[in-house]
């Protein structure tokens, strides 16, 4: 585990925390005025290791071969110059810091963005540290500027990364909906039937990276998933995004504890592990892999039910009970992946420099399919 330290004056920022890997919605943008939790567990950090905030340049303005070595293969609408790195903590695991007065407005109606900067500084001795975001529709966090804090170790030298069969054996999966608010909604605590349920987040935006992959994987030809939710997620954006024809290239869920996909298999969805941030690959495994993030897979290959009635036993008749609440409402609209995460894979995608491919990148771009995103 590791404390994160000011590089001014070494004063403790932060409480123990151990490293685990960036949520692929870490940087989400989600909804209009919508209530999003803290991004981060308790005891956690991650680090971006792409640059990020500003000063930001108009891709116009970045020569081609900074962008190569920036791992960019198609054109985005601005390149941050922030320094790679940036380490990203739950802010109830801040210690020793202060918001910035004269930054504290750097938001929009709800809150604070971080669109103007550090806007927390060690309170030692004034040094800007960090930029805190509370604002609507953005995952609640506190972003360290690497250059500004070091790490130190502490209680021992770490922990080591859990094994598959131990995850699997705990469970947890991420489940597909939930229920959303938006700032100034009125609600009467207590009762899910008091919020509007929707697909979550966190599944968008997973499905955006994972939609990038299978375009990658599909070489131009059309891509079937597994019926159900996996269908959901991601058939009718491949059915619109990819030509129609013949021999259509095979996705199947494949991981830890599961049979080996079969020979007539062209892709694996397969579990990213929550710690390393590595994609499950053994050294068998023939298909194109597509990461998931381990909790949206464990629900796709372990579903968790909701149970609408009692599961034994019976009640006087005219007798009602109020123990248990009916299972959750499925959403009323048709799943849509996060555009912007699909877009963001797609451009570091080396595939994406093929010209079937660049022509799908710049339809997205230009907003041509309203409605799947």
Known sequence: MVVFVCAGCDAELTAPLSQVALPVHARQSYGNGIQLPVLMDPGTFAVDPEPWGPPWRPWAEVPPEEAAARGLHAPVHRVSDGPPGAIVIAPGDARGTVLVPENRGSGNCCGLDGGGGPNTACAECGLPVATRIDDCSLWQATWFDPDAVRRLPVDGDGIASRPWEELMAEGGGTPPFEPVTTWGERQRAGHWSNHHWSWSPQWEAAAGRALAH????????????????????????????????????????????????????????????P???????????????????????????????????????????????????????????????DGRVLGHTLARLPGVRSPWLRAVFDSLMRSEHVGLF
């Open 214 to 273: 299978l375009l990658a994987a599909s070489e131009g030809r059309p891509v079937t998933v597994p019926d159900g939710l996996p269908g959901e997620m991601f058939q009718r954006a491949l059915d619109a995004l990819l030509p129609a024809g013949p021999r259509p290239r095979r996705a199947v869920l494949a991981g830890p504890g599961r049979p080996a996909p079969e020979k007539d298999a062209d892709i694996a969805l397969v579990p990213v592990h």
């Open 275 to 337: 710690q390393t941030g590595r994609a499950w690959t053994p050294a068998d495994l023939a298909t194109y892999p597509v990461p998931l993030p381990f909790g949206v897979w464990l629900w796709l290959v372990s579903p968790e039910r909701d149970l609408p009635l009692p599961a034994s036993g019976g009640l006087p008749h005219g007798v009602l009970r109020d123990d248990f609440d009916p299972p959750a409402p499925h959403p009323l609209h048709l799943f849509r992946a």
